[in-house]
């Protein structure tokens, strides 16, 4: 469902992204997981076409993001750290808006917003002003909207910042359910109780590189640890692989 092949992203002499290549079917939620400014985010942007690769190719349900680009982003939902949205528009509206992007008829449109307005708690608020939201709430506006076209892919950036542990919770089971159905999660975290939680496989990105892939307990293993502590291990495959380039931006 989603295939990254030898993606690079230089910014003039620094490379923030080096020779990524990975897979993910469909049907899984995997983990992306690094130290501030490994490439997560960068990676993360790529996929979602909103910095073009400097080498390397992103493949999203078959589509080339580079070819179809318009294909790609049809079956794709983003839903960024920080989401974008209109404070002067109710959160119905927002998601009105959303579809009419994505040429939902207006039936379709209807029927969508109000099932993820009640999926995600918010169908008491969806007609008042985004801008007396919590950002918890304006959270799962950004998420609602992500969801809205039925995307087969989802790649998302630090999902659960900001939101209470209820909200939390919540958004864990929604993307359990998705991926029931067949729907691939690209998700980057910092959370590494969330990543071994929820997630199938588990990739570790440290100066751009890719230097593991895979579950928790196989994660475990090439780390030549016991413990049962996920961040013990994410310590020490990040030190095994300390470069000359540590601490640039991601």
């Not at 078959?62 to 790609?72: F, I, R, T």
Request: proline fraction near 4%; charged fraction near 25%.
């Amino acid at each position: 469902m989603i295939k990254l092949i030898h993606l690079t992203k230089r910014f003039g002499r620094l490379i923030a992204v080096n020779d990524v290549s990975l897979e993910i079917p469909a049907g899984e939620i995997f983990g992306f997981l690094g130290p501030n400014g490994a490439g997560k985010t960068t990676t993360i942007k790529m996929m979602a076409g909103i910095l073009e690769p400097t080498e390397g190719t992103v493949i999203i349900d078959g589509k080339d993001l580079a070819e179809d680009p318009v294909g790609a982003k049809q079956v794709t939902g983003f839903i960024p750290d920080r989401g974008f949205l209109y404070e002067k528009l109710s959160g119905i509206e927002f998601l009105e808006f959303v579809t009419s992007l994505y040429g939902m008829d207006k039936r379709r449109s209807e029927a969508r917003i109000r099932e993820l307005l009640a999926l995600f708690e918010m169908d008491q608020w969806g007609g008042d002003l985004i801008e007396s939201y919590s950002h918890g709430m304006k959270q799962r506006i950004v998420m609602s909207a992500a969801l809205i076209h039925e995307p087969k892919v989802i790649v998302v950036d630090e999902p659960m910042v900001g939101l209470d542990p209820k909200g939390a919770r919540l958004v864990k089971t929604i993307f359990r359910s998705l991926v029931s159905k067949g729907v691939s999660i690209f998700m980057s975290t910092h959370t590494l109780a969330v990543a071994e939680e929820i997630c199938g496989r588990i990739g570790i990105i440290h100066e751009g590189r890719l230097i593991a892939v895979g579950t928790a307990s196989e994660l475990r293993q090439k780390a030549g640890a016991e413990e049962h502590d996920l961040e013990l291990v994410f310590l020490k495959l990040t030190e095994d692989a300390h470069g000359p380039n540590a601490g640039r931006p991601g």
